[in-house]
């Protein structure tokens, strides 16, 4: 598990490191339920380990979004935000015993594989079976989150199978929406709440803001570099990457 960068919570606009935001967003959530809401959501926070460090993310989830809406809002925030060629990859959500899949033709041939597979395995052993979990069930994803995720659950996304980009996120109570973060009139269905930010990584060597990093060291350590330090570098050196996927 990598460093967890720092960050800021988009209600009140202070900053926090990865670990103290938790509490934090909370406590401001309720701070700020008595000054008026837009909508109840649950709140997701969820987090992505990238090459430099884990990256997080805290929203508030409306119950009626669709959890093909979700996964737009995770393809636009990380997964191909930053404009490379790789998009359109399929995508999943494994909640419980079910993937979702972003492909409803993908989805539909795993489902017919699994119950020919299931077919199978009643031929050959009908005994031995009490140790089983039950098999997984596949769905596409126009399922409103509200039906599959509940407070204190977690579950997983994965992004791109062949180079998969799994998420953790982790279902907290609901919360209502503070009108200071909405636009008049608008009443989105996923609202950022705090996120990391790359600013204020300071230079391993030297403590100036860093603008690199770099694998080093016996146990492949992530250095963070300044301009000036990364030019004595004697290590290949990589941009401070703003994504989990860049
Ligand atoms: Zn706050
Ligand atoms: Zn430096």
Same mark, same amino acid.
């Given at each position: 598990?990598?460093?967890?960068?720092?960050?800021?919570?988009?209600?009140?606009?202070?900053?926090?490191?990865?670990?103290?935001?938790?509490?934090?967003?909370?406590?401001?959530?309720?701070?700020?339920?008595?000054?008026?809401?837009?909508?109840?959501?649950?709140?997701?926070?969820?987090?992505?380990?990238?090459?430099?460090?884990?990256?997080?993310?805290?929203?508030?989830?409306?119950?009626?979004?669709?959890?093909?809406?979700?996964?737009?809002?995770?393809?636009?925030?990380?997964?191909?935000?930053?404009?490379?060629?790789?998009?359109?990859?399929?995508?999943?959500?494994?909640?419980?015993?079910?993937?979702?899949? @972003?492909?409803?033709?993908?989805? %539909?041939?795993?489902?017919?594989?699994?119950?020919? &597979?299931? #077919?199978? /395995?009643?031929? +050959?052993?009908?005994?031995?079976?009490?140790?089983?979990?039950?098999?997984?069930?596949?769905?596409?994803?126009?399922?409103?989150?509200?039906?599959?995720?509940?407070?204190?659950?977690?579950?997983?996304?994965?992004?791109?199978?062949?180079?998969?980009?799994?998420?953790?996120?982790?279902?907290?109570?609901?919360?209502?929406?503070?009108? @200071?973060?909405?636009?008049?009139? %608008?009443?989105?269905?996923?609202?950022?709440?705090? &996120?990391? #930010?790359? /600013?204020?990584? +300071?230079?391993?060597?030297?403590?100036?803001?860093?603008?690199?990093?770099?694998?080093?060291?016996?146990?492949?350590?992530?250095?963070?570099?300044?301009?000036?330090?990364?030019?004595?570098?004697?290590?290949?050196?990589?941009?401070?990457?703003?994504?989990?996927?860049?």
């Amino acid at each position: 598990m990598g460093r967890l960068f720092d960050g800021t919570c988009h209600i009140c606009g202070d900053s926090y490191d990865g670990r103290g935001i938790s509490s934090h967003i909370k406590r401001c959530l309720a701070d700020q339920a008595n000054k008026g809401a837009v909508h109840h959501g649950l709140l997701v926070s969820m987090r992505a380990d990238g090459r430099a460090a884990r990256y997080w993310t805290y929203v508030l989830l409306r119950p009626e979004a669709t959890l093909h809406e979700f996964d737009e809002f995770l393809r636009d925030h990380w997964m191909e935000a930053d404009g490379g060629e790789e998009r359109n990859r399929p995508s999943v959500f494994e909640i419980e015993r079910t993937h979702y899949m @972003s492909d409803p033709a993908l989805a %539909e041939a795993a489902a017919a594989e699994a119950a020919d &597979e299931a #077919s199978d /395995e009643d031929k +050959e052993d009908e005994e031995d079976d009490e140790n089983e979990q039950d098999p997984i069930e596949f769905d596409d994803m126009e399922v409103d989150v509200g039906a599959v995720l509940r407070p204190r659950m977690e579950a997983t996304y994965r992004y791109d199978p062949h180079q998969p980009t799994p998420v953790e996120l982790k279902i907290h109570d609901p919360f209502p929406l503070p009108t @200071s973060l909405v636009e008049d009139r %608008e009443d989105p269905m996923v609202v950022t709440l705090a &996120e990391n #930010s790359m /600013e204020g990584i +300071e230079c391993t060597r030297c403590g100036e803001a860093a603008g690199w990093f770099a694998i080093a060291g016996e146990d492949n350590d992530v250095v963070y570099l300044c301009d000036g330090c990364r030019r004595e570098a004697e290590v290949e050196t990589h941009s401070l990457p703003e994504t989990p996927r860049s």
